[in-house]
């Protein structure tokens, strides 16, 4: 009941938002090229954080998914171009290159690894060092950021040939779309109906109890960075593709789109509570606001206020609804 | 010494619903000015509620308090403060790098000057001081929280209590976690309060010490007021029938289920956290007790077996086949399952449902390894939970929300689900209801009766001669006795605990 109420306002802001876009700007705003457009839009924060809404739940936060989806871009184009057989000269002089299906496969899986490796490390170092996720990914944030201006001297990697993610469809629908629904889908399964899902609410919730049930709690929590990692590879090709090249300055504060986007969904950022379809409302309701004040001429300064100010009332609605939710409860 | 006539707090006819659950029906309870008044009743008879109503945490549905006859209304726990009413509470609320002084005068400090808003330190200290000549405790102002043992921190709540000058303390199981002698200090405090006109609720599973310190006791049961009288006209026995409202009977189950061969066995386990050489068997449908001081390394055996630290030697068996555990998820899987001590800190996870506490580690048990059935997993619960007789809403609130006897029993589920061949219970019955005590020794008894070996880990000596069929007595890390529980007698034991020597020719 309390956590039907709780998804109820994220979604209900949603529903209102949409209406309210509606009225103000029914032409443009209701059209199919524009709900595309903004799903478009919202697939590389969907799909990170669906990755992130795991990493909240467990009590932990990943700071580094903006720069590392800077350095997967740039690993990923660069092996592209590798892959395409050309010299290290060439790829960083930005010479145009007509790449090869197989190389922009093989570039694309590259990105992906890079942000799985990444991931990975952030996990291992959390858990085996024993350290605050906050402190560790705070770090890695700046190291990523760094690798990606050192592998080109600060500029991009281009790659005008690979545009598929960005522009391809299937059906009538964007293969960005495609993906961002997919990986919901199988992140929110996975959180719901699989005992790896369920070890997470249960890390969250408090690691020591977790580990005395038997949970492998180093494990889970590196499989948790490690996926996030994988889906931030995945969303820095998508971000290749609409750039047409690998920029070292891409997804600049993104982690914070992303965390604003899973906790308006309703994830309590102390952990043990969250779910996959508040994300999605999260995300979503982020980005309709954007597109609607966009097309209302708002300027990106007062979306950001905006943004902000939605974060705070959301959390604040959280708190509230736990609050009276313990006070109901306790005897 | 108080007028009788005069009530101190008087609540009248006090109500309270929680959502369909009715916590208080129509409670009345007074408390005379310079008298203990005990409240005593199961965990989640509503004695929390009642509490909670005085400080102003809930809002009674019905009902009026009064203080010395005037009407009160508490909306915050700031009015019951003001009015008078202190809380202290099972878990104290203290800051540990302060000192204890300024724990004191935390949030209404003594300022040299309103201008800077420097706070007076000298003026602050030497009120605390006086407080504490005055009443004769054993304390230093200037001393840090965090060196002060528990019957230490219980003072600076009530200094605390003293300095708001409070009329109506509430004590919360004040003794839980105190020694014996700390206990005996705080009983000369209440004495005191109690001489000086205060009037002091306490509440108390221990119907001991209830006895010793009470001039009136209340119980509660099922929301209701069932009896209240003077201390001194009324007995242990009769307490405890009004608590749990039937005769209790035979406390402890007979144990009579045949001891088969095979079970548990460790040898010379040593572990870094203090085990030293341990070795003992714990066989098919036996019930072996351990007992120790606290300190002695009991907690630390269960927690090296379980493999929660490393080993430094030891091997463990069952039923001869060696076990190799190195954590607790290879424990499980072997079969071996550890209610630890601390529900709270090593238990449960209180913010997630009742079920899912109890379907977590036996995920593979029920053959969800890869697909989670939600359905099939909340009908699993409540079969555990009728079977233990659990009382809750629905498997799917928040274990949070139990009291703590169910939350107990939530975790006993837990191990009946994953079917452990070897369970280990460390103070199962502690702090909870008399009832759910009872409960909790069939369910042991049960349990051995169909093959299990269970070791039961306790401080409370009619506890452990009850429910095992033979007992260990741990010290210093090392197992310096085993007896059949029906060749030895509690005072050996505790010689045996407390100092390490024995009269050998009645060992054998």
């Avoid at chain 2, 005037?70 to 790098?97: C, W």
């Avoid at chain 2, 498997?395 to 452990?420: F, H, I, M, Y």
């Amino acid at each position: 009941m309390n956590r039907l109420a709780k998804q109820l306002l994220p979604f209900s802001s949603l529903l209102f938002i949409i209406s309210l876009w509606t009225f103000l700007e029914p032409e443009n705003f209701l059209s199919f090229q524009n709900m595309m457009n903004v799903l478009r839009r919202s697939s590389i924060n969907g799909i990170i954080a669906a990755g992130m809404t795991f990493v909240i739940i467990s009590s932990g936060i990943d700071l580094s998914i903006g720069s590392m989806l800077a350095m997967c871009g740039m690993a990923g184009a660069a092996s592209m171009l590798a892959a395409n057989g050309a010299e290290w000269a060439a790829i960083c002089s930005g010479e145009y290159f007509a790449l090869s299906a197989s190389s922009m496969l093989i570039g694309t899986a590259a990105g992906i690894a890079a942000g799985a490796l990444c991931g990975w490390l952030n996990g291992v170092i959390i858990t085996r060092l024993k350290l605050a996720p906050f402190i560790v990914t705070l770090g890695s944030m700046s190291i990523f950021r760094g690798i990606s201006y050192l592998a080109n001297d600060g500029k991009p990697f281009a790659v005008s040939a690979y545009s598929y993610l960005d522009v391809g469809t299937i059906g009538n629908i964007p293969v960005a779309v495609v993906l961002l629904a997919a990986v919901l889908l199988f992140f929110g399964y996975l959180l719901k109906y699989t005992p790896f899902g369920r070890y997470t609410y249960a890390i969250g919730a408090n690691s020591n109890t977790a580990f005395h049930a038997g949970i492998n709690v180093r494990n889970v929590l590196t499989w948790i960075y490690t996926l996030t990692g994988a889906l931030t590879g995945l969303a820095a090709m998508i971000g290749t593709a609409r750039a047409s090249s690998a920029q070292p300055s891409a997804g600049l504060s993104l982690e914070l789109d992303v965390i604003a986007g899973v906790i308006i969904g309703g994830t309590s950022p102390s952990g043990g509570r969250g779910s996959m379809t508040g994300t999605l409302i999260g995300v979503l309701l982020i980005n309709f606001l954007r597109n609607g004040l966009t097309l209302l001429d708002i300027s990106t300064n007062v979306q950001l206020v905006v943004i902000g100010l939605i974060i705070i009332v959301a959390v604040t609605a959280d708190q509230l609804a736990a609050r009276s939710a313990e006070k109901a409860l306790v005897r | 010494m108080a007028n009788f006539a005069t009530f101190l707090l008087q609540m009248e006819h006090i109500s309270k619903n929680f959502r369909s659950i009715r916590a208080l029906d129509d409670v009345t309870f007074a408390v005379r000015s310079g008298s203990v008044h005990a409240l005593c009743g199961e965990n989640g008879a509503g004695k929390s509620t009642l509490m909670k109503v005085l400080a102003g945490v809930h809002t009674p549905d019905g009902g009026k308090i009064r203080i010395d006859g005037e009407e009160k209304i508490f909306r915050t726990p700031a009015d019951a403060l003001r009015a008078g009413v202190a809380m202290l509470y099972q878990e104290l609320e203290l800051s540990d790098n302060l000192s204890v002084f300024e724990n004191v005068f935390l949030g209404s400090e003594i300022l040299a000057s309103k201008l800077s808003r420097k706070v007076d330190f000298a003026a602050e200290r030497e009120i605390v001081g006086k407080m504490i000549n005055e009443n004769h405790f054993r304390l230093a102002p200037d001393a840090l929280v965090s060196e002060l043992s528990p019957g230490q921190c219980q003072i600076v709540e009530l200094l605390k209590a003293l300095r708001r000058h409070a009329r109506i303390i509430v004590m919360d199981e004040p003794t839980a976690s105190l020694s014996e002698s700390e206990s005996a200090e705080l009983f000369r405090i209440i004495r005191n309060l109690r001489d000086s006109g205060t009037g002091v609720i306490y509440i108390s599973h221990h119907l001991q010490e209830v006895k010793e310190i009470a001039d009136d006791i209340s119980v509660l049961r099922d929301g209701k007021i069932v009896c209240s009288q003077a201390a001194d006209k009324i007995s242990i026995d009769e307490i405890v029938r009004h608590m749990v409202g039937r005769e209790v009977g035979d406390f402890y189950p007979a144990r009579t289920g045949s001891i088969a061969n095979g079970g548990f066995e460790v040898e010379n386990l040593s572990a870094p956290n203090g085990v030293k050489n341990v070795s003992f068997q714990v066989r098919r449908g036996e019930i072996v007790g351990m007992a120790g001081l606290v300190g002695a390394g009991r907690s630390e055996t269960a927690d090296a077996i379980f493999g929660i630290v490393p080993k430094t030697s030891g091997i463990l068996k069952f039923d001869g086949k060696t076990l190799d555990v190195q954590s607790p998820r290879a424990a499980i899987r072997q079969g071996i399952g550890y209610l630890t001590e601390d529900r709270k800190r090593s238990g449960l996870c209180l913010m997630l449902p009742s079920s899912w506490n109890i379907t977590l580690p036996s995920f593979r048990k029920l053959k969800m390894r890869f697909r989670l059935a939600l359905k099939k997993e909340r009908d699993t619960a409540r079969q555990i939970g009728e079977k233990l007789n659990l009382k809750w809403a629905s498997p799917d609130d928040a274990v949070e929300t139990l009291s703590g006897g169910n939350q107990q029993k939530v975790l006993l589920g837990r191990w009946l689900l994953a079917d452990s061949k070897f369970l280990i219970v460390d103070e199962p019955a502690r702090g909870i209801d008399v009832g759910a005590k009872k409960e909790i020794y069939l369910l042991l008894d049960d349990l051995a009766k169909r093959g299990k070996a269970i070791l039961f880990i306790s401080s409370e000596l009619p506890e452990l001669f009850g429910v095992c069929d033979r007992i260990l007595v741990m010290r210093e890390g090392s197992i310096v006795g085993d007896f059949p529980t029906q060749d030895v007698t509690p005072e050996k034991i505790i010689r045996l605990a407390a100092t390490g020597k024995i009269d050998q020719q009645e060992n054998k």
